[in-house]
């Protein structure tokens, strides 16, 4: 009897590179001469990341030092989801970024269900927000990675579990 050989397929991110990462992002604010007096606020949430700032020009400088230090520390921007800037008091600027965690049950549904018709020899369950992929072939699974990464998800995927 032949056994199976299966991975997890997750959408997940490494919390403490992301922590570092708002942190340096918080150092570099600080030091800039052109964010240095805006009073620029980056909080981090257990779901979601809110900037408060002065005005939406120093909304995007602070998005592009967040996302560079993200890149930096190896994490998909992907996981963040851009809220609706709103007006704070102080004629100052909000917007919450929600982080993106999990796959939702449409987008695990449209992984199997890709999975089914390229692969006959592959199955693939929904286990929650994870979507288990199994086969008695590892070169069919190492096959069905490479053809996931080709494709542009609304969510960064990662490959765990493969035994």
Same mark, same amino acid.
């Given at each position: $009897?032949?056994?199976?050989?299966?991975?997890?397929?997750?959408?997940?991110?490494?919390?403490?590179?992301?922590?570092?990462?708002?942190?340096?992002?918080?150092?570099?604010?600080?030091?800039?001469?052109?964010?240095?007096?805006?009073?620029?606020?980056?909080?981090?949430?257990?779901?979601?990341?809110?900037?408060?700032?002065?005005?939406?020009?120093?909304?995007?400088?602070?998005?592009?030092?967040?996302?560079?230090?993200?890149?930096?520390?190896?994490?998909?921007?992907?996981?963040?989801?851009?809220?609706?800037?709103?007006? #704070?008091?102080?004629?100052?600027?909000?917007?919450?970024?929600?982080?993106?965690?999990?796959?939702?049950?449409?987008?695990?549904?449209?992984?199997?269900?890709?999975?089914?018709?390229?692969?006959?020899?592959?199955?693939?369950?929904?286990?929650?927000?994870?979507?288990?992929?199994?086969?008695?072939?590892?070169?069919?699974?190492?096959?069905? $990675?490479?053809?996931?990464?080709?494709?542009?998800?609304?969510? #960064?995927?990662?490959?765990?579990?493969?035994?």
């Amino acid at each position: $009897m032949a056994s199976t050989c299966s991975f997890d397929i997750v959408s997940d991110f490494e919390w403490q590179e992301l922590v570092n990462a708002i942190d340096q992002a918080n150092r570099e604010i600080k030091a800039r001469y052109d964010l240095k007096d805006t009073k620029t606020e980056i909080k981090l949430e257990p779901t979601e990341i809110t900037i408060s700032t002065d005005s939406e020009f120093t909304l995007d400088a602070v998005h592009n030092v967040l996302q560079t230090k993200a890149v930096k520390r190896k994490l998909s921007l992907k996981i963040f989801d851009y809220g609706t800037i709103e007006s #704070a008091s102080g004629n100052r600027v909000r917007q919450a970024i929600k982080l993106q965690k999990g796959i939702d049950a449409e987008l695990a549904k449209k992984i199997s269900k890709l999975i089914r018709t390229d692969y006959k020899k592959v199955q693939a369950s929904i286990q929650g927000d994870v979507v288990r992929v199994s086969s008695k072939s590892k070169d069919d699974l190492q096959q069905v $990675m490479q053809d996931l990464k080709q494709e542009d998800w609304p969510v #960064a995927l990662q490959f765990t579990n493969y035994r």
